[in-house]
Structures are given as C-alpha cells and as structure tokens.
C-alpha cells in the first residue's frame, strides 16, 4: 500500500461533543475501502481539523479528545489552517509525487511514436545490417536490399562494403566508431537511424507525382546510384538544418599571383618514372586553401562544429575541398592545413583529386573537416553562395580572378579580383564572426608573403 | 566414472531416476494417482510399488488440490516428494496449491524455510485424449517466481535432471511430453545429474538457431538435417529449463546464426516463444539478427480430436522445414 | 494467594478440566497469553490506524482462548499451520510479539524478514508453519506435516486452524478425507466465528455445526464454546491424544466470535450493534477465564494487575523494537525467492 492520503467521508460526532471509548467518530475513505473509526478513549471532541472530503495525509491528527478534567484552549481558525496546509506540505513533500520539470524534446529529434515515412524515407534493414552499417560508417539507404520487402540484410552490406564505391560511406563513421567503446547500448542520439528523414519535414515527392508532369516518352529514367543518394540526403539535411549566412568580399589577387609564379619557378626538379619534373606546382587555390587555414587560426572562434549541447572548438585548421567527380562530388581533407607549407599542400591536394576522381578514398581522408573551399574559378562562375558540408562551420565559395576596374583613392585602375562568399552556420558562426575571418583571409590573399610563415 | 550406458525409454529412465532418489534418501517418496499397483497412467512408476512398498508410493485419491498440498507440507516439514499429476491438464485443480503455495512459501517466511518438492506433469497432445488432456501448461507456472520449471527431452535429460530436481532445494516441476514416454536414448547407470538451468546445444549450425523444447526438440533436428541438404545449416538448442532460462547459451547461438526461430507445442500466444524472443530483442544479440524472429508454436485453439486435426494445431517437422527456409532464403 | 489456592486446590476434582491438569503458574500464564494476544492486536490497530504500519490485518480480538486453549497440549516440536487471522495463534505458539511487530512494520527483524507481514505471520522454530493468505490454503500443508510425521516417525502433531469459511473450500474436504485414509497425527481445528468475511454460516453451510461433516471422514467432529478456554483446551487434549496414539484425525469446531470487523475495511453492515455487543459484554473469553481464575482461587487483583502491567510492558517494548529496526534494502528484493545456492 502505497496510501498517504484518506478522505473524511463523514463525521458522527460534532466538535465539542462528549465520546465514549469505542463510538463511531467518523468514517474515512481510501482508494481501497471505507471504515468506520472508533474513539480511541472517552472525553470531548476538540479542535476538529480533519474535514469532511479533503486529503488528509496519514499520520496528520485530525481532531483531539481530551479528557475531562484536561484544560482546553482553542486554537485559532488561522492557526487551525496553517496546520492543516503544513501537513499537507509535508505529505507531498514525502511522497515521490514532487513535480520534476518536464525535459523539453530536443526540437531536432525525430518525435516519439511518430511512424517511419515508408519508401523513400525508412531503410528496412535488419539489426545486424544496421549494426554492421553503423560500424563500417556505411549510409544504409544508399545499399539496396535483397531481403524480404526489399529489406537491407547483411549480405546486402557485405556486398556494398566489398564494391568499389566506398565514396559512400557517409560521415557517420567516427560516431559509429566511437560507439564502439560504449558497448552496445546505443546513446539516445545514436538510437536515431541516421537515413531517417527529418523530423516536421514532409518527404520529397513521390516519382509519381513528378512523372504525371511530363509526357511519356519524353524522358528517360537515370535510377539514382549510391553516389547521388548520398548527395541528395546530404545536402536536403544540411540546407533544411542549417541556417546559412552569406558575406561576400572581393580580394585583390595580383601579389597572389606574382608570389606564385615566383615560388613555381624556384621549384627544384624532381626525377620520376616519366621523366623530369617540378618538385611542386602551386595553383591559386592551393593558396585558397593555406590562406582559409591560416584564418581560421587566427579567429579561433570560427574554427567550429555546431553540436546541440556544445560548441566545438578545433584546435586544428582541417579543409575539406570540394571536388568534382564524374556522377557527383566528394570532399577531401587537408589536415592541419594550417601547419603544411603551400608545396604539401599542393601535392597532397593532387594526390586526393585523383584518387577522388578514381573513388579510391579512403572514408578518413574525406569525413570530418573544420571549414571547406568550394571553387568554381574555372568555370568563369564570379560569385556563388555554398552549402555547408557539417561538421564544418563555414564554407568559403570561390569565384574566378578576373581583371576589373578598381577604384581606389579617387583612381581608376586594373586589378585582377576574386569574389569570395564565406557561408556560415549561424549557430556557430555569428555575421561579425564570420566577416573577422573573412576578413582574416583577404588580408592573407593580398598579403601573400603570409603565407609563407 | 565408466557407468554402463543402455537404451532406456523416457519412461524407463524417469522410473530409474526415481528408484535411485528413494534408494539414496529414505525423504524421497512418490504420491500420486494410480501410481501404486496401477503402475501410473503412463506406466512411468510401473513396479515400484513392489520395490519400495505402498507407504513410499502412494496412491492418492483423486484429490489433485489436496495431494499437491500434501506433497508441498511434507516437503515444507523436510521430505522430498515426487507428486505425479495424471494428466499435466489437472494441474489446473491444483494451482492454488503449486503458485500460492509451493511458490512463495520460502519468500513469504524470509527464507526461513524450502519447499523442496518435485512435481511431474505428462503433457501434450498425439494421443487422441482431446482437449482436456493434450494441453502444454509449461509456461503457466514458468511466470511464477519461486518455481522451476524443466522439459527434459531425452531420456538421458529425463534421468538426470528428475535427479537434479530431487536434490533441489526448491519446488521443481517436470512437464514431460507423453509422447516422448516411449523414445528411447542411451541412459548411463547409476546416479547422475543434468543441471537445471542450462540449455543445451543439440545439433551446432551457423545459418539459423532453432531454440525448442521438449518434444519439438526431435522435430527440429529432424527438419535440420532435411535442412542439410539444401545447405541449410540449423544450430538446435534444447531449452530444457524454462525457469530460470538459460539466457546466455540462447544469445551467443543468436549472435553465431544472426536468425532465431522458437518451436514449442504449447499455444503460440504468450508463451514460451514470446519471451525468448523478447529476451534476444532486449539482448545485445538485437544487432546480430539479420532477419525477423519466428515462432512456431501450437494453433490458438483447444487440441482437437481427430487425429489430423489434432496434428494440425502442434508443429511438425515440415512446417519446421519451411518455416527455416523461408526464413534462411529470406523468401516472405 | 498462595494459602487461597491450596484450599482451593484440594477442591480441584470438582473443577474443569484445565484446573486440574495444569499447575497455577501455567493457568496465570495463559491469562498473561490471552491478554497478550488480545493487547498485541489492539496494539497494532492502533499503529495501524496512525499509519505506521500498511496493507491489512485481520484481528481474532474475542477468539483468544481458541489458539491458547487448542496450543495447550502441544509441545514445541509440534506444528501448526495458522490462517490470515492468525496472531493468536502464532503467540499462543510461542512467538515473541517483538518480532511480531517488527514483521507488522516491514522490518528486517521480522520473522519473515518483512517479506510477509499480518497475512504470514510464522515462526518455524516455535513450529508455527505460518499464516495463510488463502482460505483453506493450509489445511493440506498441515496433512503433509502430518504424513512427514508417520513417515519420519516423529511423534509430532499438528494443527490445522481455518476458519468456518475454509469449511466450504474443495481443500478442506480432500484433506480431511486423506488424512483419515492414512490415520495421520493432525487435528482440524475450525474456529468458527459466525462468519465468512460478511457471509454467516447459516447463509453459507449446509450443517448446522461444521463439526458434521466430520462423519464424513470417518472422524470424530467435536463441537467446543470456543470462549471456554478449558472446554477447548480439553477437546484438543484428547486430539492430541488420539494423534499421538496413531489413531487418525479430529475435527474440533470451536464457536467462538470475533469483535472487529472481517479486516480494517468492514464496516459490519452484516452483522447489529446488540450482536457484537452482547458477545463483547458477556462473553469475552478473557473475561470468563479471568473470572474463573478469580473465582478458583488462582489468582487475585493484584496478580491481574500484575500481568496486565507486565503485557502493556512487553508490547510497548515490542512496537519500540519494531520502530527501531531497520527496515529491508530495496536492492534485496529478489532475495528468497529461491534458495541461495552456494
């Protein structure tokens, strides 16, 4: 029994009334039954508190009686009341029943008892399919499955994690790793399937809805590979869960330029299975790239990951590099960038570009990053505004350097300029934030000895 | 420890187990109905009448509340009875008995005291008894605390474990399919005991673990080895506890095979089949399941009485047989 | 008092029957257990009704000189088993109301570790098996404790207690045939109270006295005034007799009548004021042993007051204990459910 508190139903004796030992003195009501009380001992009935269909807690007097030739002083209503409010206090004080602030639901979690989306939106997959996926950093709904229902099984996995196409292996690699070292229970956050739709978001159209537009015939139907799955999840999440700010500036890229024909032309020459070649070969964007690293360590604050209940702060300048590859993009990683010189970064940006065009990446050489480049110099693009690749904070869209009319202390002259456009996630990156580094980097791109230290 | 190995039927064995518990200790003694010059409805105390005399095996009125409690005071005041239900179907006379009593007697009085009394249910269905005869009410009394419940499926597990169940200090009960009485397996002489409480791997697999009991036991290894010449390689576990449940040897075969598959006789709903189902999903083998778990287990439905109908509501080896199948080949 | 009982002593053989077969000392110490009995129940419901201790309890206030008079004749190796309104019973079999009262509140030190409460009460080592929530629930138990008795040739007894409402239960008459089949050493004792929770046994029983349906076993059916405590103790001397002589059972049904309600929620809608107060005023077996007592030489005021001093004492003393004792670790829940296996 778990009872503290009864009811009075009624009373059959008046307050002042003289009791024998033994009578009926009231009648009191639990969630259980009804019963009778008895007088205790004989005398008058005093100071009758407990009323009639209200809780009392057990234990709490509800009336006194005293005996004869005992003296009587009458409580005070007022006081009678207090007692009666204090008792209370104190049986809810004791039970467990104390209010406990309701947890708000974080409003980026899926709600509870919400029913998957089916089709596009849920992967079916088994527990051991999803388990082998998490632990490989493997995007279940990017895997096809041969299963019942077309259910993912972990045959469907070995077989996606043994093809070629390991570019799509989402980012969820490191959770997955790191969950590791937490047995199996899955932390609340993890419990999310991370191929679960997003929450309050309607799923996309069905193929109907968008093939009833078009004549038949007029199209033909390209069914998406892994590759632009993987892209299209992304990006939908990152653009639909990030509020993006946009600052635009225009950096002065002639000093830039002459420093890297110098440096370009004191590259020692390096013999290799084709002949001779230079040891290195800078393009602007090498410099995009040392330059953006050196900003970010000189504004700390914008070095970055949003998390829900944490700011992360990188210790290191890691840049991610948007390239193009046949069928999508991916985006590899120079590592503390802001520690390699321009001829490291240099080879080692070769080196991922190819082996990204091959989709020989290994998934730690493009999952993670701080902040990332995105350049469309080469197309003639002059100014763009990038998405976000989370974890990073910010994205640094790159225009070509073009000669423009520069007006300057009054004058009219030519400069080759580059419009840059810096995206920021706002929970991270404040505008000011966001305009220091920006700031930060156009004084390395004009100053481009910087550089070099 | 060479002990002569012979063929003895289920029956056999039990009958051996009981006479060598009432040889070792003079508290052993059985009660029952018609267990006396009857012999038992199933001949499973046959003669020991003859050996041990009428005050050791007792016939019972027909009084299945009463004789259990009997059983449950002379086991509270330091015998060890043998209670045999004619049929596990009376047991239902008898529950008051077995779980407000027999159950909670030691837990009631602060572990002042142990009700170390066995007690034997034929059950199941096979033999044309019908509805009130055929029933499989292991799982009743496998969710009552306090109780053990066991379902040997061979002779050699039949022995052993009744002898496991005598030395027990707590009230163990038997449910003995009555179609396994007549199965014969090689069973050692002499005492020896079958831990209550650990399952047993019967047949090592790596494609799916069947986990069954008592008389689906042969059944599933019947299936696994038509199963083996479609490259079908079936993991068998024979329960043989349902209370307290060897977890752990059930999860690792989940976690070798990555399917599981429950087969019991016992009605399918809220049975036997649900809870090992539910310990695996609530277990760390969850991520090792590559496919849905399956139940199979006996129709929603009283066991009937013709014999075909009365096949139709158990499991038998081909709806074993497809069922894996499906469930291996992944074709549902 | 001494020289009032030695007159009266030579006088005995014109007395009843307990007041011959039993010294002073042990006849003071029953009123001193009656009074015990009756002062440990009222004790608890009134720490019942403060709320100091839960669920509910079933009082035998007015049954006293039943448990005492049928537990007269047992030894200490002799068992019982007790149903859910037995206080009286496990007191009369010897056990200590401090560990009684501290099993009330729950604690560690209770005889069942706080595990069972008023509903199963027992006290093993006194040989009380232990109360029961289920009527009937114990009679078979005790055939059982009889049967290990003529197998392990103990020479124990046991005792049966139920109350008039077990009479009707399937249990009741399966066990009382089996123990007449095989003569076993075990006393059926009905303490008849009038009534079946709220059920009289008028409305409820088709015998006018429990007692005949002891024919029907083949057994003698003894009908006592279960306020009498020499008229019980009597009728369970010679059933124990007869047990421990291996010829069979007894059915004693004791009328007797209980002053509280059926448990702490009966409002006695079933039963008049002028009921429950003629049996309170006129027939309280207390009262009627003391009266006796007084009467026969065996004691004076001062000696009541004495014992009644004593008994507030020991009760006092035993709510204090169970106050005071710890109460059980919720970690611990799962202990004793089986037998810890080293």
């Known amino acids: 029994m778990d009872m503290a508190t009864g009811q009075i139903s ?15 003195l009231f009648e009191i009501e639990t969630d259980k039954a009804a019963m009778e009380i008895d007088a205790p001992a004989s005398g008058v009935l005093r100071d009758v508190t407990g009323k009639e269909g209200v809780d009392i807690a057990v234990g709490a007097a509800v009336a006194w009686i005293y005996a004869d030739d005992e003296s009587y002083a009458p409580i005070s209503p007022l006081e009678g009341e207090m007692s009666t409010k204090s008792t209370e206090g104190v049986a809810s004080g004791g039970t467990a029943l104390e209010p406990r602030p309701v947890e708000p639901t974080p409003p980026d979690r899926p709600a509870a008892g919400r029913p998957p989306v089916e089709g596009e939106g849920r992967t079916r997959a088994t527990p051991l399919a999803r388990r082998l996926a998490r ?26 994690l043994s093809s070629p196409l390991e570019g799509e292996v989402s980012a969820k690699r490191t959770e997955g790793v790191a969950s590791e070292g937490t047995a199996l229970a899955p932390s609340p956050v993890e419990a999310t399937p991370p191929d679960r739709p997003l929450a309050g978001h309607p799923p996309l159209n069905g193929e109907g809805d968008v093939l009833r537009l078009f004549e038949a015939g007029s199209y033909e139907l390209v069914p998406h590979d892994n590759m632009r799955k993987t892209i299209a999840r992304r990006l939908v999440e990152a653009k639909t869960t990030i509020p993006h700010f946009y600052l635009t500036l225009d950096c002065e890229l002639d000093a830039l330029l002459a420093l890297r024909t110098q440096i370009n032309a004191a590259a020692p020459v390096k013999k290799t299975e084709k002949g001779e070649a230079p040891a290195y070969k800078l393009s602007v964007n090498d410099m995009v790239i040392k330059a953006m690293a050196m900003a970010l360590k000189a504004v700390p604050d914008a070095n970055a990951s949003w998390t829900e209940s944490a700011m992360v702060k990188h210790k290191h300048a890691d840049v991610g590099v948007a390239v193009s590859i046949p069928g999508g993009l991916i985006t590899p990683i120079i590592r503390k960038a802001d520690e390699k010189t321009l001829s490291t970064i240099s080879n080692e940006m070769k080196d991922l ?30 100014d763009f505004a990038a998405v976000i690749n989370p974890p990073h904070a910010t994205i640094l869209a790159v225009g070509a350097g073009e000669e423009r009319a520069v007006v300057k202390n009054g004058e009219i002259r030519i400069a080759t300029v580059m419009s840059v456009t810096l995206s920021t996630d706002h929970r991270a990156v404040d505008g000011a934030l966001g305009a220091e580094l920006l700031v930060a980097f156009k004084r390395l791109i004009e100053n481009p000895i910087g550089l070099l230290v | 420890m060479d002990a002569m190995v012979r063929e003895l039927s289920y029956a056999q064995a039990i009958q051996e187990a009981m006479a060598i518990a009432m040889d070792m200790d003079e508290r052993v003694f059985l009660m029952g109905e018609d267990i006396g010059v009857y012999g038992g409805a199933f001949q499973v105390t046959g003669d020991l009448v003859e050996r041990y005399g009428a005050d050791r095996v007792i016939d019972t009125p027909i009084s299945e509340l009463g004789g259990a409690g009997v ?6 005041t330091g015998m060890r009875p043998i209670f045999e239900f004619q049929f596990s179907d009376f047991a239902t006379l008898a529950m008051e008995q077995i779980v407000n009593q027999a ?54 597990d039949a022995k052993g474990m009744l002898l496991a169940a005598v030395a027990d200090p707590d009230p163990v009960m038997i449910f003995e399919h009555k179609l396994l009485y007549k199965t014969k397996g090689p069973v050692p002489e002499g005492y020896y005991t079958v831990p209550i409480g650990k399952a047993d791997i019967r047949r090592e697999g790596c494609d799916l673990t069947i986990v069954a009991t008592s008389i689906m036991v042969q059944k599933a290894l019947d299936a696994a080895a038509a199963l083996e010449s479609e490259g079908i ?47 695996i999903a609530e277990s760390e083998a969850f991520d090792y399941l590559d496919a849905p778990i399956v139940r199979l287990g006996g129709a929603e439905t009283p066991i009937p009485y013709n014999p075909e109908l009365e096949k139709a509501t158990v499991p038998q080896v081909p709806d074993i047989i497809t069922a894996a199948r499906a469930l291996v080949k992944g074709v549902r | 008092m001494a020289g009032a009982s030695k007159a009266v002593t030579e006088s005995r053989a014109n007395l009843p029957f307990v007041y011959r077969q039993y010294s002073a000392e042990q006849l003071r110490q029953v009123l001193y257990k009656m009074y015990l009995i009756r002062r440990f129940e009222e004790g608890a419901e009134e720490c019942y009704t403060r709320g100091l201790i839960h669920g509910t309890m079933h009082l035998s206030i007015g049954q006293e000189a039943s448990a005492m008079g049928i537990c007269m004749p047992l030894s200490e190796d002799d068992q019982i088993t007790s149903t859910h309104r037995g206080h009286g019973h496990c007191i009369a079999k010897g056990a200590e109301v401090k560990r009684m009262f501290a099993e009330f509140f729950g604690k560690t030190t209770g005889y069942c570790k706080g595990r069972g409460g008023s509903m199963h009460i027992a006290d093993v080592g006194k040989g009380n098996l232990g109360a029961n929530g289920i009527v009937g629930g114990g009679i078979p138990i005790a055939v059982g404790a009889a049967l290990t008795s003529k197998m392990m040739k103990t020479g124990k007894v046991v005792v049966s207690f139920f109350g008039d409402g077990a009479n009707n239960e399937g249990a009741f008459h399966e066990a009382l045939n089996m123990a007449a089949i095989w003569k076993l050493p075990v006393i059926f004792v009905c303490e008849n109270n009038g009534y079946g929770m709220s059920t009289s046994t008028a409305r409820s029983t088709a015998v006018k006295n429990i007692a005949e349906r002891a024919a029907a076993y083949s057994m003698p059916g ?95 003393d035993g709510i204090e204990f169970a106050k005071a004792s710890p109460s059980p670790d919720v970690r611990d829940t799962g202990s004793y459910v089986y037998t810890e296996q080293a």
């Open chain 2, 103 to 156: 159950a909670k007697m030691r837990f009631m009085l602060g572990g002042e005291v142990s009700v170390p009394v066995v007690m034997r249910f034929p059950a199941g269905s096979g033999t044309g008894a019908a509805a009130q005869h055929s029933q499989s009410l292991e799982a009743w009394l496998g969710h009552v605390p306090g109780l053990k419940v066991i379902q040997p499926a061979t002779p050699y």
């Open chain 2, 71 to 76: 059983a449950v005071g002379a086991a509270l």
């Open chain 1, 10 to 24: 009624r009373w059959f004796a008046e307050e002042g009334a003289r009791v024998k030992k033994g009578d009926v």
């Open chain 3, 222 to 316: 003894v009908i006592v005034d279960g306020n009498i405590f020499s008229e019980v103790a009597e009728a369970s001397h010679q059933a124990v007799a007869r047990a421990r002589a291996g010829e069979g059972p007894t059915l004693i049904e004791s009328k007797t009548y209980r002053h509280r309600g059926h448990s702490k929620s009966d409002r006695n809608r079933y039963r008049t004021k002028e009921e429950i107060e003629d049996w309170m005023s006129n027939r309280d077996p207390i009262t009627l042993f003391e009266s006796e007592l007084r009467e026969f030489g065996f004691i004076d005021d001062k000696g009541i007051e004495a014992i009644r001093g004593a008994v507030a004492q020991e009760i006092a």
């Open chain 2, 233 to 279: 390689d079936v993991e068998v576990v024979d329960l043989r506890t349902i209370r307290p449940m060897d977890k752990q040897t059930v999860i690792d075969s989940v976690k070798k095979t990555s399917r599981l598959m429950c087969v019991y006789e016992a009605v399918k709903t809220l049975g036997i089949g649900a809870e090992v189902s539910a310990m």
């Open chain 1, 353 to 382: 570009a190819s082996r990204a065009r091959s989709r020989k990446l290994k998934p730690e050489e493009y999952q993670g990053g701080t902040a990332a480049v995105s350049n469309l110099g080469m197309f003639g693009i002059k």
């Open chain 1, 135 to 160: 632990e490989a950093g493997l995007n279940l709904s990017t895997v096809s499955g041969t299963g019942p229902h077309g259910r993912v099984v972990k045959a469907d996995v070995d077989a996606a």
